[in-house]
């Protein structure tokens, strides 16, 4: 219990701060949703998604090779030096390709127009591809704190822009018709990205300190290592990002001629922020995990350390999944009003992330036995099934049929690294038990729904009071369950 109450303080502090931050961050989309139409969200959900393909390969497994080979604290800084100088030069090349190449590549993705778009995102990319190694040493070093003080200052940096350019700057507008510093109505949307863009420039020199321990220098022999590491973990993180932002990608170019393609687009990226609960412990949960896990890899008993956070992740994980469903007519005010026709896919998305969670509690196999090409192969099968599945259902279902794709892929890579790992790395997961919370779960949600659409449709105040006693009989059943671990464990 000792240990797990470690990575539980551990994932608390970085989830206080995460959530702190992604909340701020995230209240953007109540303000968005509400200055822009679906169309114009539609262009914002759109190039956020292709940034996230591009943000994986900059990074190239990099931060993940540097937890691997930084366990001897006298080559850590070595290590360090040799990943962060890496992504340093890769970053700066890419950066000016795209500067170059701005034009061609805004036509290929349909913005002629706005080619300053690729080179907001290009410098958006390259500067958070940079930061990633020192945010890296910060997990390593368990130092939370400086963490999130500078995830945040970024954050907030980025919310104060959009307010800025988005509220204030219109009103001083209307109502005074005066000059402002650097706004030009004209820009619109621009404002999002350049926001963003100013956000990453405040970072780098936060980690100024961090940054300042690559005296060590480039070790070429070391990178070929870390390479052959964490190159298999690009495809990884590419397969990742297929299968969590292809289908808002490539929706526009689906989607039958005449049905708002560019909306639909806008209705999907907004719902889909409605996983933010599930989404911010999965990352805060990551960022405590990942340099937990490779820690206890040489103690004797860290399969059993393993099996027991798989328990209590997958039951977070249930009890923030009945939170949303159950309030959806709460929930549902972050977003606007026109948004609301896709609310029908945020429990789907939410199981989606479910086993996207699980999935990365499981991956822990293949990169503590040194197997990523394995991993690689998971992320290639799952990626071939949102491809597959999207290119199927978008033209019949629009954005449900996404949202299900996207849950099919996850289940499935769930279940493939499940039965790989009991092969090459078995760890005794205790299945029978987490499957008993899900069917628990499953029946509270499904007579929440029945409430919600039949029993008491249209009544708020019956239905929100007959969901909080079905949530509540989960909370009581998960504490029964955990008095009874205790005293299984000191017993």
């Not at 502090?13 to 139409?37: A, D, E, K, Q």
């Not at 033209?395 to 949202?403: I, R, V, W």
């Not at 008491?456 to 105040?461: F, I, N, S, T």
Request: glycine share 6%.
């Amino acid at each position: 219990m000792s240990q797990l109450k470690k990575l539980a303080s551990q994932t608390a502090i970085y989830g206080l701060s995460t959530i702190l931050g992604r909340l701020l961050n995230y209240l953007l989309v109540p303000l968005h949703t509400r200055v822009f139409g679906t169309a114009d969200y539609g262009v914002v959900s759109e190039l956020y998604a292709y940034s996230s393909f591009f943000i994986v390969t900059l990074a190239y497994g990099m931060e993940t090779a540097f937890f691997r080979f930084s366990q001897d604290e006298e080559k850590k800084d070595k290590v360090f030096s040799t990943a962060f100088l890496s992504i340093s030069v890769t970053s700066f090349i890419f950066m000016l390709c795209m500067g170059v190449f701005a034009q061609p590549v805004a036509n290929a993705i349909r913005y002629p127009d706005h080619p300053e778009y690729i080179i907001y995102f290009a410098l958006i990319l390259g500067l958070d591809a940079i930061a990633s190694i020192p945010f890296a040493l910060l997990r390593g070093q368990s130092r939370p704190a400086k963490f999130a003080v500078v995830k945040n200052v970024n954050i907030i940096s980025n919310i104060l822009l959009n307010l800025y350019f988005l509220m204030l700057c219109p009103y001083m507008l209307r109502e005074s018709n005066i000059s402002l510093l650097f706004y030009r109505e004209n820009i619109g949307v621009g404002y999002v990205f350049i926001s963003n863009l100013a956000a990453s420039i405040i970072t780098i020199p936060l980690l100024y300190k961090e940054i300042m321990r690559i005296k060590k220098g480039f070790d070429a022999a070391l990178w070929r290592k870390m390479a052959a590491y964490g190159l298999p973990l690009l495809v990884v993180g590419l397969g990742g990002m297929v299968n969590e932002t292809l289908d808002r990608a490539i929706m526009k170019y689906l989607l039958p001629a005449g049905s708002g393609t560019l909306s639909q687009v806008g209705i999907y990226g907004a719902n889909y922020k409605l996983s933010i609960l599930m989404s911010l412990f999965i990352q805060a949960f990551r960022f405590a995990a990942e340099p937990f896990f490779f820690s206890h890899a040489k103690t004797s008993d860290k399969k059993a350390i393993y099996a027991r956070v798989m328990d209590y992740f997958v039951i977070v994980c249930l009890g923030i999944f009945l939170l949303v469903t159950l309030y959806i007519d709460v929930f549902k005010y972050f977003i606007g009003e026109p948004f609301y026709d896709g609310l029908k896919v945020v429990p789907v998305l939410l199981l989606a992330n479910l086993c996207l969670g699980i999935y990365y509690n499981l991956s822990i196999w293949y990169k503590l036995s040194d197997q990523t090409n394995k991993g690689a192969m998971i992320s290639l099968i799952g990626a071939g099934i949102t491809i597959s599945l999207n290119i199927w259902w978008i033209p019949l279902f629009g954005y449900t049929g996404s949202a299900w794709a996207t849950f099919i892929c996850y289940f499935s890579m769930m279940l493939i690294c499940y039965f790989m790992g009991m092969k090459y790395y078995p760890i005794p997961y205790h299945v029978k038990r987490v499957l008993s919370f899900a069917g628990i779960a499953g029946v509270l949600f499904f007579a929440g729904w029945y409430c919600r659409n039949y029993f008491y449709a249209g009544d708020l105040v019956r239905t929100l009071s007959i969901n909080s006693a079905l949530f509540l009989f989960f909370v009581i059943a998960v504490c029964l369950f955990v008095q009874k671990d205790k005293r299984q464990t000191t017993g």
